[in-house]
């Protein structure tokens, strides 16, 4: 069993005739050009890796796990080699329809459920949160357990993977935080942010005993004007080796190229440091920008943001929920466009868009809430991207109420008669909101 260390969250797993790659995300910005890659991978490596890949295993829908610029570049390839896709089975058929449509083989993955792949090599995938997803791998007498981007945090939840598929020979998981956290003034929640990675790390490590932990899916940088800030406090590989050098496992940090079986060459961390170290000086340069939207653009945007809205949800049942739910979801919101001067405000009910001078709860620019409106997936994209501020205290977490609206609809979960809602879902939504309102809450005191 071999594993190697491609680019972000990707990796090529090979035993004997089968070859498992990650999340393979190796060009162009993610994220609405929130993200960069550290370093993009040439297409002559991406050519020789897909004539030793077997398989692809997509964690999750976010743009840097699964990257549709390279499934349309690599498609005929995929098609041509007969390489198998595999994806979490799950209600949101986005993921499955987009590549089902390109003619790919694609396995839909039932968690908790292993796999064969041939060649003495299975896999388990297992859901965690909104949807995300872990795998298992079961390489021979190995296991390797490719964690990316799952929320493990507590020594409880670490316990439930352990019981579901035991303790593993090697850890990958992500190392830095990857999303908005709360302004250009509050460094304090990004050195927080930063800090809580290493200690997943540390209690994913004591509960599930791996012998080596790879640390990954963090090479990358915030490179728009709006959020390059972000990367001040982040953390970077010599950060994760200065935090374990005691620790009772092998730290393993990887570059491009760079193979392991489980062990630790000499010299291999050291030189991967200063490969990243110097990648990670240089993400500051050459920052995106935005250009601005004109106001019909954007009427014509939330126009068809408005019209999915309601076909995926009742407007009644909106309506009684903005009137008499205890959380106050679904209210009004007053976005602040600061490249245009303009504030609108967005009521989900009632399906209206109108300028305001009331006091704003978010400040963006325009061509950020034309994005919002265009996609489904827009509220999520600008929580990730972090390419906005707060204009005033709670009003993130008033705006995730109301206008995410339809990252719970990709969820399967609607408004409509009865409103049911998954309770462990929106339970973890406002635990996560709540975790928000306390760090803004800290900044202001």
């Known amino acids: 069993m071999q ?88 209600d949101d058929q986005r993921v499955a329809k987009f590549l089902r449509a390109q003619g790919m083989d694609l396995t839909e993955l039932t968690f908790g459920k292993a796999h064969d792949l041939g060649s003495g090599v299975s896999v388990t995938c297992l859901k965690d949160e909104f949807y995300d997803s872990a795998l298992s791998v079961r390489m021979g007498d190995s296991h390797v357990l490719n964690l990316n981007d799952c929320a493990v945090r507590t020594a409880e939840r670490a316990r439930e993977i352990r019981d579901a598929v035991g303790t593993c020979d090697i850890l990958l998981t992500q190392f830095s935080y990857a999303a908005w956290k709360g302004g250009r003034e509050n460094r304090d929640w990004r050195e927080d942010a930063a800090q809580e990675k290493l200690n997943n790390i540390r209690i994913q490590a004591e509960v599930l005993e791996p012998k080596t932990v790879i640390p990954f899916a963090s090479f990358v940088s915030f490179a728009h004007q709006r959020n390059a800030y972000l990367n001040d406090a982040a953390n970077r590989p010599e950060d994760v080796i200065e935090a374990f050098q005691d620790a009772p496992f092998a730290l393993c940090v990887m570059q491009p190229g760079d193979v392991t079986g489980g062990t630790v060459p000499p010299g291999q961390n050291a030189a991967a440091v200063a490969f990243w170290a110097d990648h990670f000086d240089r993400a500051g340069r050459d920052l995106m920008t935005y250009d601005s939207v004109e106001e019909a653009t954007l009427r014509a945007s939330f126009a068809t943001w408005r019209d999915r809205v309601f076909t995926n949800n009742s407007r009644p049942a909106m309506r009684l929920a903005q009137a008499l739910s205890p959380i106050r979801v679904l209210q009004p919101v007053v976005v602040h466009l600061d490249d245009t001067g303009q504030s609108w405000r967005i009521d989900p009910p009632r399906g209206t868009l109108t300028k305001t001078d009331d006091p704003a709860d978010l400040i963006m620019h325009s061509e950020s809430l034309n994005f919002l409106f265009s996609n489904s997936f827009g509220f999520d994209t600008l929580g990730v991207n972090g390419t906005f501020e707060e204009a005033r205290s709670g009003g993130f977490s008033r705006a995730a109420r109301s206008i995410s609206i339809e990252n719970l609809n990709n969820l399967g979960i609607r408004f409509g008669p009865g409103l049911f809602l998954n309770p462990k879902i929106i339970g973890i939504f406002l635990e996560r909101l709540r975790g928000v309102s306390a760090k803004m809450k800290r900044r202001d005191t």
């Open 3 to 90: 594993i190697e260390f491609v680019n972000h969250a990707s990796v090529l797993m090979t035993h004997g005739q089968v070859g498992l790659l990650s999340d393979p995300w190796y060009s162009g910005p993610a994220f609405h050009k929130g993200w960069r890659l550290l370093v993009e991978t040439p297409e002559d490596r991406i050519e020789d890796l897909l004539a030793r890949v077997t398989h692809i295993w997509i964690s999750h829908e976010h743009p840097d796990h699964f990257s549709i610029g390279f499934f349309k570049r690599w498609g005929d390839v995929i098609r041509q080699r007969g390489i198998k896709l595999l994806f979490q089975d799950i």
